[in-house]
């Protein structure tokens, strides 16, 4: 595949707006929960509902993605995404508005985000394994760092919009209802202009199964699970907290938790602009392989977590925020890009869908635990980070297959011949 291509720049859309709608979504949430007088840990236990339906609902995908097509996923997927912040932007409303009661509000509000959690996973799993169909071994690390930056660039336009579609008509609820009118443009436009055929994808049933049975234990792919699920759950931990740990900063000045989001939105737009330089600047500069990411990645986010024990206050959190967000900007690619070197090109939906599944699975239990640490102590909740990001920079160095990175496989080439008939993802003729 061309990742200059449209068929790569509208996949890089469909990531980008899910990441961005997410990432405002969290920027507003504690200030709703504050306003509606809820626990914290309740709050994050909104996303814990939708990460346990996404973590379930991913392997679906991915198997449905190799026999339906992936075009028609990702279009199931962004709907889903359309309907659940419009959802929740209407929970929100009236909750803030007192047409309803906050305990119900909130509770439309969970309902929402478990239509995004069925289906908002269906979408970057589709588009994961689009790009992995058309990309030789390669260029595998470079398409895939490419397309994971959109959700880096993603993490920069939400919270950096977000407060600006806080209106007074409709409050803190605006973010969603902006979100999900762009989550539209963007589902007419893969429908319009995504190129498809009509033949569906035969995997390879050669080797290992293609529908990706076991293959969460496959000793090709478990420990990058491993690692990866690490890596994500540090990250949920601090993404959750984050908001919290603003409010309450700023908060000391006398500031009122309805005013925060724009401080907010300062230190996700910190983190993610951190991200891009590592996915956009220094992995190409670099040309670092999925070994090396990885480490560079652990160790940054080690780094990050260190400061915000170190450096309290609103800079401290910001910066902290920032420096782990870099490592993980480096950690994605490299065990992303090394699982699905890993396996063979049959395979690439299943791995895809286990991948994704760590962004559930992250956002189950870590998120509340970590606010329930935060809740009890200040920086019990990195100093938890902490211990999991030395777990990962030690898998690095003491597995043999992360330390070693995915084999060489120079000969094996994955693009099909100009006489291939099209896949039910873009076939050549989406690259011409």
């Not at 880096?152 to 336009?157: A, E, M």
Request: net charge neutral; glycine share 12%; proline share 7%.
């Amino acid at each position: 595949m061309n990742l200059r291509s449209p068929a790569f720049a509208i996949l890089f859309s469909v990531s980008l707006i899910a990441a961005a709608g997410n990432m405002a979504l969290q920027s507003v949430l504690p200030a709703i929960g504050r306003e509606f007088r809820l626990s914290d840990t309740l709050v994050a236990g909104a996303f814990a509902v939708s990460a346990l339906f996404w973590t379930i609902a991913s392997p679906y995908w991915a198997r449905l993605s190799d026999t339906l097509g992936r075009k028609r996923v990702i279009l199931i997927g962004l709907s889903g995404f359309v309907v659940s912040m419009t959802g929740f932007g209407m929970a929100a409303t009236s909750g803030l508005e007192g047409w309803l009661g906050a305990g119900v509000a909130f509770g439309l509000m969970a309902v929402a985000r478990t239509v995004y959690g069925v289906f908002g996973s269906a979408a970057p799993i589709a588009s994961q394994a689009y790009v992995a169909d058309r990309t030789v071994p390669a260029q595998r690390t470079q398409a895939m760092s490419l397309l994971a930056s959109a959700q880096g660039l993603g993490t920069v336009i939400g919270p950096a919009l977000a407060p600006f579609f806080v209106l007074p008509l409709i409050g803190l609820a605006g973010p969603m209802y902006a979100f999900a009118l762009f989550g539209a443009v963007v589902l007419a436009v893969v429908w319009l202009r995504l190129p498809s055929g009509d033949v569906i994808r035969t995997p390879s049933t050669g080797g290992h199964r293609a529908a990706g049975k076991g293959l969460w234990k496959d000793p090709r792919v478990k420990d990058y699970l491993l690692y990866g699920l690490l890596i994500t759950a540090a990250q949920a931990v601090n993404i959750s907290v984050l908001g919290f740990h603003i409010i309450d900063e700023m908060g000391a000045t006398g500031m009122m938790a309805r005013e925060a989001p724009p401080f907010i939105g300062i230190a996700m737009l910190a983190g993610a602009a951190a991200t891009l330089m590592a996915q956009w600047g220094l992995i190409p500069l670099l040309k670092l392989q999925p070994a090396d990411l990885m480490r560079w990645g652990a160790g940054l986010a080690l780094v990050g977590n260190v400061m915000s024990i170190a450096s309290p206050g609103y800079y401290g959190a910001v910066v902290g925020y920032a420096v782990l967000s870099m490592g993980v900007g480096f950690a994605r690619p490299g065990f992303t890009a090394g699982s699905s070197l890993a396996v063979s090109a049959g395979e690439q939906g299943a791995v895809a869908g286990l991948m994704m599944s760590l962004a559930g699975l992250s956002f189950l239990g870590p998120p509340v635990i970590g606010v329930a640490l935060y809740e009890w102590s200040e920086p019990a909740p990195f100093v938890a980070n902490a211990l999991l990001l030395v777990a990962a920079t030690a898998l690095c160095f003491l597995s043999p297959r992360l330390r070693m990175g995915p084999p060489d496989l120079p000969d094996r080439d994955e693009t099909p011949s100009p006489d291939t008939p099209p896949a039910s993802q873009p076939g050549p003729e989406g690259n011409r």
